[in-house]
Every structure is written in C-alpha cells, then in structure tokens.
C-alpha cells in the first residue's frame, strides 16, 4: 500500500520563529492535503494542493506540491503560540480513489 | 466547507460491550469516511460508507467488528463491536467535498474501553 513518511517527528521553536515539515510517498499523488489537529479535536484543512508544482499560501502557512508528485512542504511563517498542535499530511494516490493515506504527523511545539 | 457532527464525543465502555457512533452533516455528500486514530498514532481508514450500498472495508477491518449504516445522504453510523481495551481509540467520520478532492472532519469519538 502507499506509505507517507513525514518530518520531523516532532518540532520545538521559539515564537517568531519559521517553521518547515515535509512529507515524502513512496508513489505519485494527485492530491495533497495539509491539515492540524488540537487536542481533542478532529483534523482541520489548511491547504489542499490539486497540480505538481503548485504552491499556496493561507495566511502564514505555505504549502507546495512536490514536481515528482512524490512530496509536498508545509512552511508556517512567524509562529505564534496558537500554532501548537500536531500537523498531518495526506495524499490521495492515482489508484486509491477518495482515499487518503495520512502521515504520522508532526508535533508542533511554540514556546512564548 | 461541511459542518460535521458526532456523537457521543466520548464514551468509557465495558469491554464485551457495543458502542454506536452517530455522525450527522449539515448537507447531502456522496461519500462518507470512518477513520479511527490511536492514541499518539495517525489516522487510519476503516471503511467508506456509500448511501445505499454496503461498505467498502480497508485491509484488516472487518464488517463484523464494525458495522457501518449509511441510510441517507446526510447520516452515517458506525459500531464498535465486542470492544476491547485495544479497541480504545478516537474514531473520526470524514466527508468529502469538491468532487471529494477534499475531505473535511468531524470533532471525533474518544472511545476508552475498560
């Protein structure tokens, strides 16, 4: 089946301070989503990605498609404490259908 | 985007026991996706629930471990069946939109079983 790694694991940064994670499949994707998780939440899209290449922004946060289609970024800029939380990944492969496969996720931490 | 809602938003179950969750969106969507998230862990696909037709199980979920309804456009259930202590997860509906290119989620069921 598709495999996603994502990195880093997990992330501690200063507020103010930019932030990169990534995530790499083992085959082409023609979807990538990027969403954050709270505690004791579900999931919440932040950005979704459609073509090799394309990059799109949301407020602070930067997301690109890879043009192998095997990869996809997340860039938060200026972090703010509200930014903690743990951050996941998803791609929907050519074969997969509506199915997404996510990432292990990214835990992201922002000291004051 | 659709605004999803479950219920319960947690529960603690004996083990043994069956739980049903409820999961209500505020407009008609073709497809509907149960994932089940174990603590510290990802998101992991247990089935996706088509109105009107039996549901599609992922690899190593079972439709008599969890059952699936989908009796409408707009509703979806999904049980947890003879639960165990590694049943004890947060279970997520999912929906699609934008020809289902995205998907949106619900607050999430936090199972502990006992």
């Known amino acids: 089946g598709q495999q996603l790694n994502q990195s880093p694991q997990s992330m501690f940064i200063q507020e103010g301070e930019d932030v990169s994670m990534n995530c790499t499949s083992s085959s082409i994707f023609n979807t990538w989503l990027w969403y954050k998780q709270d505690p004791g939440e579900g999931p919440v899209l932040l950005i979704a990605?459609?073509?090799?290449?394309e990059l799109t922004s949301n407020g602070r946060l930067t997301a690109q498609f890879g043009i192998t289609r095997k990869d996809s970024f997340l860039n938060i800029s200026a972090s703010i404490p509200s930014d903690v939380g743990i951050y996941f990944c998803a791609g929907r492969g050519e074969t997969s259908g509506s199915r997404l496969t996510f990432g292990e996720g990214t835990q992201l931490t922002v000291n004051p | 985007s659709a605004v999803i809602s479950q219920k319960p938003s947690r529960d603690i179950c004996q083990r043994g026991t069956s739980l049903t969750i409820q999961c209500q969106v505020d407009?008609?969507?073709?497809?509907m996706f149960w994932y089940r998230q174990q603590p510290g862990q990802s998101l992991t696909l247990i089935a996706t629930a088509n109105q009107g037709s039996e549901a599609t199980y992922e690899s190593g979920f079972v439709i008599d471990k969890f059952p699936i309804s989908r009796p409408n456009l707009t509703f979806s259930t999904l049980t947890v069946s003879n639960m165990s202590p590694e049943d004890s997860s947060i279970y997520l509906c999912?929906?699609?939109?934008?020809?289902?290119?995205?998907?949106?989620f619900g607050q999430g069921t936090r199972l502990t079983v006992v």
């Open positions: 990605l459609y073509k090799a290449g």
């Open positions: 999912s929906v699609g939109a934008r020809s289902d290119t995205e998907a949106f």
């Open positions: 407009s008609q969507v073709t497809m």
